[in-house]
Structures are given as structure tokens and as C-alpha cells.
């Protein structure tokens, strides 16, 4: 089958997740900035997520770009990718509206963690399908960055309950490394 369909829910799925992130953004009940300054580490989750979920509708866009169709367990990998980006607006919320404390932080390495995962699983199914020689399989080689961002999750996990902000600059460093699209597939696509 296409991959059409697969490819329009998706972007619909992720706009939704971001419509429901921002509109978690309370509005001040004050005219001065003052009463901005208890919404900044909302603010700042937010921000940091949105970058996240961008990092992933980018490179989701590009997988797809490789490929022509897909097939039912491509689906379901697409759609476990999706249920744990769904819940980027709960930990998001979580761990702005308790201050980037320890649990919180932890749960939002956690979720992370699974998309990257989930991700992964997305990749190697678009592979056993389309082949070990296709544009995709080369374009993603070893995929060392994909590898390093779940290691530094896993670290960053247990990091978050002895210091917090710690854990959050390593999601920082792992947003930061993928902030620079991912060109190993426009460079396949375009020889």
C-alpha cells in the first residue's frame, strides 16, 4: 500500500500534539511582567518539547521521502512512534508545572527514551521491508546518532533524582545534536 495516508495521519497526530501542548500555556493574571515569571519553567518545557517534536516530524518526513510503500507492521511501528510522542504533553506539563523536579524529569527522560526507541523500530521495519540495499538502509548507515541519543537518555534517567537539571542539559545536548537535520537521506536521495 502507499505510504499517503501513513504519512497525513502522522503530520496530523504531531500537529494535534503540539496544538495540545500549547494550549497548556496558561495566560498571567497580571499586566506586568512580574506575573510572567512563574510560567517560565512551563515555558521552558514547552519550548524544549517543541523542539523535540519538530526533531521528529523532520526526520519522520525524511524516512518517508525514502520509501514508496508500506505494510501492516509498519503501521503499528508508526503508530507506537506516535503513542509515545502522545505523551510528550503530559510530561511536558508535569515537569514545567513542578519546576523541573526529579520524578518528573525522569519520566519525561523515560518517554524520550521509548519514542527513540519506537523510532528505531520504525527504521528497522522500513529496512525488512524495502531491503538491506534500499535508499533507506544506506542513507541510515549505523546510525550513531540515533545510538547516541538513547544512551544519553538512559544516563540522563537515574541523573534526573540526583540532579535534575543535569538530566535536562543532557535532552539538550541530544535536541541540540539532531537540531541540524539529518541529511544522510537528501544526500542517498539526491545521487
Given at each position: 500500500?502507499?505510504?499517503?495516508?501513513?504519512e497525513?495521519?502522522?503530520?496530523?497526530?504531531?500537529?494535534?500534539?503540539i496544538?495540545i501542548?500549547?494550549?497548556?500555556?496558561?495566560?498571567?493574571?497580571?499586566?506586568?511582567l512580574?506575573?510572567?515569571?512563574?510560567?517560565?519553567?512551563v515555558?521552558?518545557?514547552?519550548?524544549?518539547?517543541?523542539?523535540?517534536?519538530?526533531?521528529?516530524?523532520?526526520?519522520?518526513?525524511h524516512?518517508?521521502?525514502?520509501?514508496?510503500?508500506?505494510?501492516?507492521r509498519?503501521?503499528w511501528?508508526?503508530?507506537?512512534?506516535l503513542?509515545?510522542?502522545?505523551?510528550?504533553?503530559?510530561?511536558?506539563g508535569?515537569?514545567?508545572?513542578?519546576?523541573f523536579?526529579a520524578?518528573?524529569?525522569?519520566?519525561?527522560?523515560?518517554v524520550?527514551l521509548?519514542?527513540?526507541?519506537?523510532?528505531?523500530i520504525l527504521?528497522q521495519?522500513l529496512?525488512?521491508y524495502?531491503?538491506?540495499?534500499?535508499v533507506?538502509?544506506?542513507?541510515?548507515?549505523?546510525?550513531?546518532?540515533?545510538?547516541?541519543s538513547?544512551v544519553?537518555?538512559?544516563?540522563a534517567?537515574?541523573c534526573?533524582?540526583?540532579?535534575?537539571?543535569?538530566?535536562?542539559a543532557?535532552?539538550?545536548?541530544?535536541?541540540v545534536?539532531?537540531?541540524i537535520?539529518?541529511?544522510?537521506?537528501?544526500?542517498?536521495l539526491?545521487?
Open positions: 500500500m502507499g505510504k499517503g495516508r501513513l497525513a495521519f502522522s503530520d496530523g497526530v504531531l500537529a494535534i500534539i496544538t501542548m500549547v494550549l497548556e500555556l496558561k495566560v498571567p493574571h497580571g499586566s506586568d512580574a506575573a510572567l515569571r512563574p510560567l517560565i519553567p515555558f521552558l518545557s514547552y519550548v524544549l518539547s517543541f523542539v523535540f517534536l519538530g526533531i521528529y516530524w523532520n526526520n519522520h518526513h524516512l518517508l521521502q525514502a520509501i514508496r510503500h508500506v505494510n501492516g509498519i503501521l511501528a508508526n503508530l507506537h512512534l503513542f509515545w510522542l502522545s505523551l510528550i504533553p503530559f510530561v511536558t508535569w515537569m514545567g508545572e513542578n519546576h523536579s520524578l518528573p524529569v525522569a519520566l519525561y527522560g523515560i524520550l521509548c519514542a527513540a526507541i519506537a523510532y528505531f527504521t521495519s529496512i525488512s524495502h531491503g538491506k540495499d534500499s533507506l538502509a544506506i542513507a541510515l548507515g549505523a546510525d550513531f546518532k540515533g545510538k547516541v538513547v544519553f537518555y538512559g544516563v534517567i537515574p534526573a533524582f540526583v540532579n535534575s537539571w543535569f538530566a535536562c543532557l535532552y539538550i545536548m541530544v535536541a545534536m539532531w537540531l537535520p539529518d541529511r544522510r537521506i537528501e544526500k542517498t539526491n545521487q
